[in-house]
């Protein structure tokens, strides 16, 4: 028998968090954060939050409510996180020791996972055991785990398969089939073909983008984005700061390559930029601290901001955190003095990056955009492609697999509507297509 659990991820984007039990054994795939809860709820503490604890954030629903799965404690043979995001892996320090088992992920999301540790100052019970994207391991004598590379906004992300007698159970959060990747390489779409020769029982899928009907564009397309609004427009004399998601650490490469041309010094600002770079570093992926100074803490980051003044900031291209305009960002705290940098007109700021449409997102960066239109900066938006695959990209990823059942997941309900519209494109009957909720089940 095999039964499926919905934790976190089918009702919002993000929190993610899928139990499936094969007989007498459980693994667990993700275990993520709410973000947009887990920053109002931090932003809301401020000061007075000394250390975050699994019921704190979960009574204020920016982690999973593993509640619904205790009678499979006991059962859980591995955590196994898809990729490094927060929605995906955050909420890890908070709720895996619960579990006796280890956390299977490849080098770099074991890489995020430590350095989340260490900075919040947790300790898990939970071994962190790693395997390599295209390789398999052997939970148990019964389960058979496999990563199949694929293309994300981050590296080493994969679909996970999870092999049983009953066929395979394949957990494809997050991806996008990106033919043209800059940093690491394509889909294994071998793997995925020989999953579904094998027969794959269901399919989880990311459904964030299925209303878009389109093929989401390579990390070309934004790397040829960044070429022309970094080398095409006239910059000289002006200050050039680009922010973008920290994690998206081919993105970080494209621009620090672009940086060179220009002859401008490199400088990455902020903590999470700090802790995926390294990241990319420990786990061999890419070194970019040869590309430029690295400054986590504000000490750091304001003496160098001081030093960028003095030398003259058209000789460097800074990229700082704050692209969905958070408060405490670095970028944040420049429009706003706190850190010492005079926004000059004409300088030039670059969204390598989509607004994450939440309220609290989109509020908060209406206030970062606002504040450098007073100080005369030209602002480039959406300089952008996305990780997540459209309409397009899952149709292919359904024929390629042919999985007898399918649930969406982690979208919105247009994104849910649009998966089920698909897969009876594709000849699914309302039988085998599962638009679940949190804490639904799936028993076959």
């Not at 007073?374 to 042919?402: C, P, Q, W």
Request: charge should be positive.
């Amino acid at each position: 028998m095999i039964e499926i659990r919905t934790i976190g991820g089918y009702n919002e984007v993000g929190k993610n968090m899928t139990a499936v039990r094969v007989d007498n054994e459980v693994v667990i795939f993700d275990m993520g954060l709410h973000l947009p809860n887990y920053i109002k709820f931090t932003e809301e503490e401020g000061e007075n939050v000394i250390k975050l604890s699994k019921k704190s954030l979960m009574s204020v629903e920016a982690i999973p409510n593993d509640e619904i799965i205790n009678d499979w404690t006991r059962l859980v043979k591995a955590i196994i996180p898809s990729h490094a995001h927060l929605d995906h892996v955050g909420a890890i320090p908070y709720m895996s020791s619960k579990y006796n088992c280890p956390v299977v992920c490849t080098p770099f999301t074991a890489s995020v996972i430590r350095t989340i540790l260490k900075d919040e100052k947790i300790k898990i019970r939970n071994r962190i055991k790693i395997l390599n994207p295209n390789a398999t391991l052997n939970l148990t004598k019964n389960l058979k785990v496999e990563f199949i590379n694929m293309t994300h906004s981050t590296p080493q992300t994969v679909m996970i398969a999870l092999h049983t007698k009953y066929g395979v159970i394949l957990y494809c959060n997050d991806f996008k089939l990106d033919n043209n990747p800059t940093l690491g390489r394509q889909p294994n779409y071998d793997a995925l073909q020989e999953a579904g020769k094998k027969g794959v029982l269901v399919a989880i899928v990311d459904s964030l983008y299925c209303d878009q009907r389109v093929k989401t564009p390579s990390e070309l397309v934004a790397k040829e984005m960044l070429k022309d609004v970094l080398l095409g427009v006239h910059s000289k004399g002006h200050a050039v700061i680009v922010t973008t998601f920290s994690s998206h650490i081919a993105r970080l490469k494209s621009i620090a390559q672009y940086a060179k041309q220009l002859n401008r010094t490199v400088v990455f600002l902020g903590r999470s930029l700090s802790k995926y770079i390294n990241a990319a570093k420990d786990s061999k992926v890419i070194d970019l601290t040869k590309e430029g100074e690295v400054c986590s803490f504000a000490k750091h980051i304001r003496k160098k901001l001081i030093q960028i003044e003095k030398k003259g900031a058209h000789k460097f291209l800074i990229i700082a955190t704050g692209h969905q305009g958070e408060p405490k960002s670095v970028l944040s705290k420049m429009t706003k003095r706190i850190f010492p940098f005079k926004f000059s007109s004409e300088d030039h700021v670059v969204f390598s990056c989509k607004t994450i449409p939440t309220p609290i997102n989109e509020k908060l960066r209406a206030v970062l955009e606002n504040d450098l239109k007073k100080a005369g900066v030209r602002i480039f938006k959406n300089i952008h492609v996305s990780g997540h695959g459209g309409y397009e990209d899952i149709r292919d990823l359904l024929r390629m697999t042919r999985p007898k059942h399918v649930i969406p997941a982690h979208a919105e309900q247009t994104g849910t509507n649009a998966f089920v519209e698909l897969a009876r494109e594709l000849g699914y009957t309302n039988k085998f297509i599962h638009p679940f909720k949190n804490g639904d089940k799936l028993i076959l």
